[in-house]
């Protein structure tokens, strides 16, 4: 079972969707603890919509309901996007539950593999790849805007 926890700004209108989107990348059988820390910004500038630390037990996911433009104007994520970024990091946590990322190195873990990735851009990490090519499936399926 996959225990969920939300605290901070309310996104109840979004658990439709983080439970559709646990069951697409969860086995059934799986016992996990997912928190989410919802906030106006999740770090100093407003520039990261979201981050997700973890092990294969529980992961905490925190998510940004605004972002801030170089000039410094603060705007809303809209809701199709705040889902975007839902479905990023419930990836991420997927990850972590799965062994793929740790929070002590660059290596990912895959099919019996482990790869360094300390010499490679963000955008090329594999489990960013993963994360925003899923994001785009899962919201594109399973996001129905309310």
Same mark, same amino acid.
């Given at each position: 079972m996959i225990n969920v926890q939300t605290e901070g700004r309310d996104i109840s209108k979004y658990s439709s969707f983080i439970d559709e989107c646990i069951m697409s990348l969860f086995p059934e059988d799986?016992? =996990?603890d997912i928190y989410f820390e919802v906030k106006k910004f999740?770090?100093?500038d407003g520039s990261h919509a979201g981050f997700c630390m973890g092990d294969d037990i529980e992961s905490v996911i925190s998510i940004a309901t605004h972002w801030v433009y170089e000039d410094g104007? $603060? +705007?809303? =994520?809209?809701?199709?996007?705040?889902?975007?970024?839902i479905a990023h990091e419930l990836v991420h946590a997927k &990850?972590?539950?799965?062994? &793929?990322i740790n929070m002590v190195d660059n290596v990912w873990k895959h099919n019996n593999v482990s790869i360094n990735c300390d010499?490679?851009?963000?955008?090329?990490l594999p !489990?960013? +790849? $993963?994360?925003?090519?899923y994001?785009?499936?899962l919201t594109d399926l399973? !996001?129905?805007n309310v």
């Open positions: 799986a016992t =996990y999740v770090d100093k104007e $603060e +705007v809303a =994520y809209e809701p199709h996007e705040l889902a975007s970024n &990850q972590f539950y799965r062994g &793929q010499t490679i851009d963000y955008a090329e !489990w960013e +790849v $993963e994360a925003y090519a994001e785009a499936i399973l !996001w129905e």
